[in-house]
């Protein structure tokens, strides 16, 4: 499996842009990568996804290195309700069957 | 669509008990998994499926059975309940192993 590695938490000031890291130094070519987010308790809710472009959606931006080995997730403008825990995830094909790792995620707390 | 469903949202058991939490998708999806989630731990996948009849184990199976008869269906069975199982259990689907998955909102277990 590709695994992640992302800070435990970060704090952003509402309206600023927040940057969230993620390390992927195991990925291999054909794999994806993910960013889900889980506000309080609910079920954690897709954000944006790319293989090697960047890419960008009405919700975030993804920048992803051009050795595919780290990718930033940027909110460009914070608010508060954007306070909760961001996973990013590589979609793994081991062996012909496939899993899914979610790692602890980064906690990000927008404040007024 | 009612997207993905999971019943029920919360139960108690005891040691022992058995029972089965419901997952139903209506969107057609050929994946389907579960995954638990306990304090600090972040998502942890139990089980998946790939389609109707094709099931795997993910990083945490013990203890957990599952079955795919149909598309839109894929329930988890607790065969013996222990308090370690005390967990949110998401069940969670989507339409190929590149799509972004959907999640449901979960269903709270507490087993005493």
């Known amino acids: 499996d590709a695994k992640t590695t992302q800070p435990p938490s970060m704090d952003c000031a509402e309206g600023r842009a927040a940057n969230l890291p993620c390390n992927h130094s195991?990925?291999?070519?054909?794999?994806?990568v993910y960013w889900y987010r889980q506000i309080h308790s609910q079920g954690p809710q897709y954000i944006i996804h790319?293989?090697?472009n960047n890419e960008t959606n009405e919700m975030a931006s993804l920048i992803i290195t051009e050795d595919r080995k780290s990718s930033t997730l940027i909110l460009p403008h914070a608010t508060l309700r954007d306070t909760a825990v961001y996973y990013c995830?590589?979609?793994?094909?081991?062996?012909?069957?496939?899993?899914?790792?979610f790692g602890k995620g980064t906690k990000l707390t927008v404040n007024p | 669509n009612a997207g993905v469903t999971q019943t029920p949202k919360f139960q108690v058991l005891k040691t022992g008990q058995s029972m089965t939490l419901q997952c139903a998708q209506d969107?057609?999806?050929?994946?389907m998994s579960w995954y638990r989630q306990d304090p600090g731990m972040g998502l942890r996948l139990i089980h998946y499926?790939?389609?109707?009849?094709?099931?795997d184990q993910g990083e945490v199976p013990n203890g957990y059975n599952v079955s795919r008869s149909t598309t839109e269906d894929f329930p988890l069975r607790l065969l013996s309940a222990a308090p370690s199982q005390t967990s949110v259990y998401f069940c969670?689907?989507?339409?190929?192993?590149?799509?972004?998955?959907?999640f449901g909102n979960g269903t709270r277990l507490t087993v005493t």
């Open positions: 499926s790939v389609g109707a009849g094709i099931t």
């Open positions: 995830i590589v979609r793994s094909i081991q062996g012909g069957s496939e899993k899914l790792v």
């Open positions: 790319g293989l090697k």
């Open positions: 969107m057609n999806h050929e994946y």
């Open positions: 195991t990925i291999s070519g054909n794999e994806y």
């Open positions: 969670a689907s989507s339409r190929s192993r590149v799509s972004p998955l959907h």
